[in-house]
């Protein structure tokens, strides 16, 4: 079981926007910035936000992170296929460690 | 172009010894603190160790392979390692390294991440 808690699954059609939250603790999202990964299928995660709400460039304007308190979301809006995947919400914990979300599933329809 | 390319993946029998590689280029590796993180099919991400830069002064594990695994560096060589001892089929995952950044005093991420080799332990 995860240390940071996220929806199995998300979806939307093209052009809507989604929001994927995440929900961690005082230790970690409480403490500490969120980022937020894009995965395919058989690629490495891809970074999309960092110090919760910083895009890295290349990424476009659609994506952006907020966070407050123990939780953290990634919103999308303009859905595009591309945007199908799994997103990993991921921070640092005092505990001296990496602590990741489950992953959501994102399904443009 | 900043780059990391794991290498030392394949299978394994329960018990056995594997130890992974990643090399690093386009960027001044000694000063970054480096991770590896893993992913069983089918699975979310699972962090397993970080080492600190230059000095490799601090070292952290996860609980699931304490003691079984051991994180090192070669910063003239640009390398990172993973040297696995004691494998579990529940080891059995696509294993990353990735670069560790920081600002300020709480602001963490992890960028970039290579593309990954996969290790499986299989009797």
């Known amino acids: 079981q995860s240390i940071l808690t996220q929806p199995p699954s998300a979806s939307g059609t093209p052009g809507q926007g989604v929001t994927i939250s995440c929900s961690g603790s005082n230790s970690n999202i409480g403490s500490n910035t969120v980022n937020w990964y894009h995965q395919l299928p058989g690629t490495a995660p891809r970074l999309l936000i960092y110090r919760s709400n910083q895009r890295p460039s290349g990424v476009p304007e659609r994506f952006s992170g907020s966070k407050y308190g123990t939780s953290a979301s990634l919103a999308i809006s303009g859905l595009r296929s591309e945007d199908e995947g799994n997103y990993y919400c991921?921070?640092?914990?005092?505990?001296?460690?990496?602590?990741f979300g489950g992953g959501t599933q994102l399904t443009v329809l | 172009e900043v780059q990391l390319v794991e290498s030392g993946g394949g299978s394994v029998q329960p018990g056995g010894s594997l130890r992974l590689s990643c090399a690093a280029s386009?960027?001044?590796?000694?000063?970054?603190?480096m991770d590896w993180v893993r992913q069983a099919p089918g699975k979310g991400l699972e962090w397993i160790s970080y080492i600190s830069d230059s000095s490799s002064s601090s070292i952290y594990y996860a609980d699931s392979v304490k003691g079984r695994f051991t994180i090192s560096r070669d910063n003239a060589k640009n390398s990172l390692y993973l040297q696995m001892n004691s494998l579990r089929v529940e080891d059995t995952a696509v294993y990353y390294c990735?670069?560790?950044?920081?600002?300020?005093?709480?602001?963490?991420?992890?960028?970039?991440w290579g593309q990954g080799t996969l290790v499986t332990v299989s009797s």
């Open positions: 990735a670069r560790d950044l920081s600002y300020g005093g709480n602001e963490y991420w992890l960028d970039p």
């Open positions: 991921a921070t640092w914990d005092d505990s001296l460690k990496w602590v």
């Open positions: 386009g960027f001044s590796f000694s000063i970054y603190s």
